[in-house]
């Protein structure tokens, strides 16, 4: 998006010209403010469409190397396991983070040594002032985005409920506040909150570790 050049500036240094170019110059601020400010929002579009695909790109490379590396649920392993290796269990995909001596003493879902991989971006209807409620007592990272890439946030998660948020845009915060798209500790569970004053579509990801 191109802004208008600002006309030539006025000196003291030139007392002739001064007023006419002052003149000039105050004039042209107004359109300058207008075109700056458009191209501010155009920037903040492209920057959440960007962090978007970035999160997608890397849930998909999550993915395919879980996918080539499947050796079948969980429940029918035994023995060592050697990292890339992965699982399924509770109707969910598992990516294993660190070698094992002894698959079967770390439950997926249970012990940080298993990572869940979701293959698919989850999205939900949500009124102003409803909220979405993510597995308790587990520790992970997130993404969200309310409506047509209106308002995004990066975030991760302990299984205390403390939310720290990566990246996000102007109106996305890691507490419940009004006129926000909220993720925050609800003290029974990290939620995603539309408080934006209506309707909207959330999209989102969440992987437990």
């Known amino acids: 998006m191109a802004i208008t050049p600002l006309?030539?500036?006025?000196?003291?240094?030139?007392?002739?010209?001064?007023?006419?170019?002052?003149?000039a110059f105050l004039a042209a601020l107004a359109t300058f403010v207008t075109e700056a400010n458009a191209l501010e929002t155009n920037v903040n579009a492209k920057e959440v469409t960007v962090a978007a695909n970035t999160v997608l790109t890397v849930a998909a490379a999550a993915i395919a190397l879980a996918a080539a590396n499947y050796?079948?649920?969980w429940a029918d392993?035994?023995?060592?396991?050697?990292?890339?290796?992965?699982?399924?269990?509770l109707d969910r995909c598992w990516q294993l983070t660190a070698n094992l001596d002894d698959v079967t003493t770390k439950t997926p879902g249970t012990d940080a040594e298993w990572l869940e991989i979701?293959?698919?971006?989850?999205?939900a209807s949500v009124a102003d002032d409803a909220e979405i409620t993510l597995d308790t007592a587990k520790t992970g990272q997130g993404w969200a985005m309310a409506?047509?890439?209106?308002?995004?946030?990066?975030?991760?998660?302990?299984?205390?409920?403390?939310v720290t948020v990566i990246s996000n845009t102007a109106n996305a915060i890691n507490t419940d506040t009004?006129?926000?798209?909220c993720v925050y500790d609800a003290g029974a569970g990290i939620r995603i909150k539309n408080r934006l004053g209506a309707t909207k579509t959330i999209r989102y990801i969440v992987n437990y570790s």
Request: avoid cysteine; proline fraction near 10%.
């Open 7 to 23: 006309p030539q500036a006025p000196s003291r240094s030139a007392p002739a010209t001064f007023s006419d170019l002052a003149d």
């Open 71 to 73: 050796v079948g649920p």
């Open 77 to 89: 392993q035994s023995g060592a396991a050697a990292v890339p290796y992965a699982v399924s269990h």
């Open 118 to 123: 979701n293959p698919s971006i989850l999205s």
């Open 147 to 162: 409506g047509d890439n209106e308002e995004y946030i990066e975030f991760r998660f302990t299984a205390a409920g403390v």
């Open 178 to 181: 009004d006129g926000f798209l």
